[in-house]
């Protein structure tokens, strides 16, 4: 009786556990047979890709790239510019120093090179290197070069100093540059104003000195002038009133 009842139970199990357990045959190929299909698509359409790539060239650098159009709205045009036979080129200036050269920077320097230069801001005249030139050649007939300062009248100017024979002195330099320009746009002087105001020649500007009456002597008329190099040389502090 237990030998019936355990075959009974036996066979139900096995009843209940063979479609579970255990597919029919073919289903699970067939379930899996779309799966296989998409892969291999797949994989051959990435191998296609692939080869597109290394059929397709590389742009080189001189090829034009496809968006830059010949259509573009600017293409073909060109812009000239007609300039008339008769127009001229603007003069270019070589002087030697420039015009904008201040007051404070020349006394800061102080040597007889910024004071005449000095001179020459005051009265407004270019500051070229024959007008710097003809000063330096002046001062040194005037005063000798290692004592140009001398009474702080480096030119031995009569107007404003106090003597009108020329031997006065001044506070300082700074003013002495101001009488001497004042005393050579005077009226007294106008040849040698307007050489200054050329600025192109200091053999000119000395022609025109040695004629004016700035001198008795008129310096021998160029016999007592020097036309050798100047030296530079710097006057004391104490002279600029610094």
Request: hydrophobic share 40%; charged share 15%; aromatic share 8%.
């Amino acid at each position: 009786m237990q030998d019936a009842r355990a075959g009974g139970r036996r066979a139900a199990r096995r009843k209940v556990a063979t479609p579970v357990t255990r597919p029919r045959a073919g289903v699970r190929s067939q379930a899996h047979r779309p799966r296989r299909s998409l892969a291999a698509a797949a994989v051959l359409s990435v191998i296609g890709l692939l080869a597109g790539f290394a059929i397709a060239p590389l742009p080189q650098p001189g090829d034009a790239l496809p968006y830059a159009a010949a259509d573009t709205p600017h293409r073909g045009d060109v812009q000239s510019l007609d300039v008339a036979s008769d127009v001229a080129a603007p003069a270019v200036s070589h002087e030697s120093y420039v015009a904008t050269t201040g007051a404070q920077t020349l006394v800061a320097g102080g040597t007889n090179v910024d004071w005449s230069k000095l001179v020459l801001v005051e009265g407004g005249w270019p500051l070229t290197e024959e007008n710097v030139t003809f000063m330096m050649r002046w001062m040194r007939q005037e005063n000798g070069a290692d004592n140009w300062w001398n009474r702080n009248n480096p030119l031995n100017n009569g107007q404003g100093s106090g003597g009108g024979s020329g031997l006065g002195s001044y506070a300082t330099l700074v003013e002495a540059a101001y009488y001497a320009a004042e005393n050579l746009q005077s009226g007294r002087y106008p040849e040698v104003d307007a050489a200054l105001a050329r600025g192109d020649s200091a053999d000119a500007t000395a022609q025109a000195i040695w004629a004016s009456a700035w001198a008795s002597s008129h310096y021998g008329y160029g016999t007592h002038w020097s036309s050798r190099p100047y030296e530079v040389i710097e006057a004391p502090a104490s002279a600029w009133g610094r």
